[in-house]
């Protein structure tokens, strides 16, 4: 059993994915969909431990960032273990944080975020599930795109599309604010899943 195994198997997850222990050098970063982050302390390295029912996302996601190895826009995938990945950790704020920090988005942030999905399309991949979550921007000023287990779906998704019209038709507008609190922020996704914003599916 190498380091990072070992380390692995220490974070232990009870029923309904709840996160019961796990080791002193792991500082846990992030909770999602299907997987706990943690951060290797006193290193640049993240730990992506999947929800029991999700392990076979380690694999699938660990294969895509692997083709796109070579992209700076994305993290480097360093090991795939049987439910975790072992990746760069990204030190920086979400979109969805730097909304509710009052952060400005500017628009070279999203002509970068398009350039960055399209070097994956050009890899032959299907940038999908594109949200305010999966987006950084770095402690530097750079963008970086994590997520990537739908990349290889085939339906269309039109996430990214929807939001970049929410950002030219509002956030861009002297009127609207630029910190606006994560309540609100959830509520409006919420509302979107339900198909109850219209407005952006013109």
Same mark, same amino acid.
């Given at each position: 059993?190498?380091t990072? =195994?070992a #380390?692995a198997?220490?974070?232990?997850i ?7 222990s796990?080791?002193d050098? %792991?500082q846990l ?6 997987? $706990?982050v $943690?951060?290797i302390?006193? @290193?640049d390295?993240?730990m992506?431990?999947? $929800?029991p029912?999700f392990t &076979?996302l380690a +694999?699938e =996601?660990?294969e895509?960032?692997k083709i796109l190895?070579?992209?700076s826009y994305y993290p @480097?995938?360093y090991?795939?273990? +049987?439910n ?6 990204? !030190?920086g &704020?979400? %979109?969805? =944080? ?5 952060e400005e988005?500017t628009m070279e &942030?999203?002509?970068e975020i398009?350039y960055?999905l399209?070097?994956?399309s050009a ?13 950084f921007?770095?402690s530097?000023?750079e ?7 739908r990349?290889r779906q =085939?339906? !269309?998704?039109v996430?990214w ?5 929410a ?16 309540f609100? %922020?959830? @509520?409006?996704?919420? #509302?979107y899943?339900q198909e #109850?914003i219209?407005?952006y599916?013109e």
């Amino acid at each position: 059993m190498n380091t990072y =195994e070992a #380390l692995a198997s220490t974070v232990i997850i009870g029923k309904e994915n709840r996160l019961l222990s796990y080791d002193d050098s %792991l500082q846990l970063v992030g909770t999602g969909r299907s997987a $706990f982050v $943690f951060k290797i302390k006193s @290193t640049d390295k993240a730990m992506k431990i999947f $929800f029991p029912r999700f392990t &076979h996302l380690a +694999k699938e =996601e660990g294969e895509i960032y692997k083709i796109l190895q070579g992209v700076s826009y994305y993290p @480097t995938i360093y090991y795939i273990g +049987k439910n975790y990945i072992l990746m760069d950790f990204i !030190d920086g &704020h979400t %979109l969805f =944080e730097c909304i509710t920090y009052g952060e400005e988005i500017t628009m070279e &942030h999203i002509k970068e975020i398009d350039y960055a999905l399209a070097l994956a399309s050009a890899r032959g991949l299907n940038p999908s599930d594109i949200h305010l979550r999966n987006i950084f921007i770095t402690s530097k000023g750079e963008i970086k795109i994590i997520d990537v287990a739908r990349f290889r779906q =085939e339906k !269309d998704c039109v996430q990214w599309d929807y939001l970049k019209k929410a950002y030219q038709r509002h956030y861009v507008k002297a009127y609207f604010p630029k910190k606006i609190p994560a309540f609100i %922020l959830n @509520t409006v996704a919420y #509302l979107y899943k339900q198909e #109850l914003i219209p407005f952006y599916r013109e």
